[in-house]
């Protein structure tokens, strides 16, 4: 890579970040266009209510990104799990996304100690306990 294609990697991932944040709102405003109507047909469609709905998107798009690495450390198959029970992996993105203990799954996903710790702070806990020895450990 060339001082010409990159000079200045701060500055572009500030834009880059910056420009993610624009599209964000953009995408919050054009829902907050909607009337409750369409707004609540559009929560019964994707099976949430109308205040999960409100709450997903205000988190956005990576408010799951988590999830699939915790699966990983637990040694849990997404791609399986996915297959034997997707409504079950929907759930528990939707869990994810609104989670309020970010700072401490992140830690622990770094550390390599979330097996030790997810169930004190993780509320698909219960689910992943659930699953166990299901056909989705690797």
């Known amino acids: ?14 834009i880059d970040t910056f420009a993610q944040w624009l599209k964000h709102r953009r ?4 829902l907050r266009q ?3 109507g369409d ?5 019964m469609d994707l099976q949430v209510t109308p205040g999960d709905l409100d709450e997903l998107v205000r988190h956005g798009e990576h408010a799951a990104d988590e999830l699939p690495l915790m699966l990983k450390a637990l040694g ?8 034997a029970e997707p409504l079950v992996l929907r ?3 939707r ?5 309020k203990d970010k700072i401490r799954c992140h830690r622990d996903l770094a550390h ?7 169930e004190e702070y993780c509320l698909n806990a219960p689910t992943i306990d659930r699953l166990g020895a299901e056909v989705v450990k690797h």
């Not at 707004?39 to 929560?43: G, Q, S």
């Not at 869990?95 to 989670?99: G, K, P, S, Y």
């Open 39 to 43: 707004f609540a047909r559009i929560a």
């Open 34 to 36: 909607l009337d409750r």
């Open 76 to 83: 849990i198959d997404e791609a399986a799990l996915a297959r």
């Open 112 to 118: 390599g100690t979330s097996s030790e710790h997810y």
């Open 91 to 93: 759930d528990m993105e």
């Open 1 to 14: 890579m060339t001082a010409q294609t990159k000079p200045y990697p701060r500055v572009q991932f500030l």
């Open 27 to 30: 995408e919050l405003s054009e």
């Open 95 to 99: 869990v994810c996304a609104m989670c």
